[in-house]
C-alpha cells in the first residue's frame, strides 16, 4: 500500500499537500515500510507518529553516546543509529542508538532491524515524545525481549545528559533499572563501555 495508491480525495490536503489515510485497523509493519513518508516516522500500535525537529541537545548526546559505544564494540556486535526495529505485527519504532548483532546488519539497502537482533536500544527524550520515550517505547522494548534499554534526559543548569540504564527482568519482561549516571557512564553490560558524559560541552 503506498499513499498515491489512495484516493485523490482522500489524503489531499487543503494546501496541496497528501497524507496517507491509515486502514481502519491502522498500518501492519508490512505497509508501513512500502508508504512514502517523512525521514525518521515510526509505526506505533499501527499509527504513524512523525518527528518534530529536533534540539542541539538531541544531536549532541546522540554522537557523544554513539562514539562512546562504539569505542570497545566487540567484534559480534554494531552500533547504529536511527534505524527502524520491527517490535511486531503493526510496531516499527526508530530508537535513536540500537546496538545489534553483526549477523543481523545487512548490506547498505537496509531499513530495518528485528528485536530479536537489537542488543540495546537508546532513547533521547525531546519535548514532543517524553511519553512515547518515557512509557510507550520501553514497554514495547521489553515485551519484545530486547535485553538492554537506556533512557537520556537533559538535566541541570549546563544541560548535560543524565543516563538511566536498564536491564530486562527475562521472567516479568520488564525493565529493571541499573543505575542512573550524571557525569561519567562506565558499565559492564551489555559490554564494556565508559563514556565521559560531560564531553558533551566541548562538541
Known amino acids: 500500500m503506498t499513499a498515491e495508491a489512495l484516493p485523490e480525495s482522500l489524503h489531499r490536503q487543503p494546501d496541496g499537500s497528501k497524507w496517507p489515510v491509515p486502514p481502519a485497523d491502522g498500518y501492519t509493519v508490512d505497509e508501513f515500510f512500502t508508504l512514502d513518508l517523512p525521514p525518521h516516522t515510526e509505526l506505533i500500535d499501527g499509527s ?19 562514539q562512546g ?7 559480534h556486535l554494531r552500533v547504529r543509529r536511527e ?5 511486531g505485527r503493526r ?4 530508537p535513536d542508538l540500537v546496538v545489534v548483532s553483526a549477523e543481523a546488519d545487512g548490506d547498505q539497502r537496509q531499513t530495518r532491524y528485528q528485536a530479536a537482533d537489537v542488543l540495546l536500544a537508546v532513547e533521547v527524550v525531546s519535548p514532543d515524545s ?9 514497554h514495547k522494548y521489553a515485551a519484545a525481549g530486547i535485553q538492554h534499554f537506556w533512557l537520556v534526559e537533559m538535566v541541570g543548569d549546563g544541560h ?21 549516571h550524571h557525569d561519567r557512564l562506565k558499565l ?3 559490554y564494556d ?3 565521559d558524559l560531560t564531553s558533551i560541552d566541548e562538541l
Open 130 to 138: 517524553e511519553d512515547r520515550d518515557r512509557d510507550t517505547k520501553p
Open 91 to 94: 510496531s516499527a519504532p526508530e
Open 193 to 195: 563501555i565508559d563514556i
Open 48 to 66: 504513524l507518529v512523525f518527528v518534530s525537529p529536533q534540539r542541539k541537545f538531541h544531536t549532541l548526546a546522540m554522537y557523544l553516546l554513539e
Open 83 to 87: 534505524m527502524a526495529v520491527v517490535l
Open 188 to 190: 559492564s553490560a551489555p
Open 160 to 180: 548535560r545528559p543524565m543516563v538511566i540504564t536498564y536491564e530486562l527482568d527475562p521472567v516479568n519482561k520488564t525493565y529493571v533499572s541499573t543505575g542512573v
Open 69 to 75: 559505544l562504539r569505542v570497545h564494540v566487540p567484534g
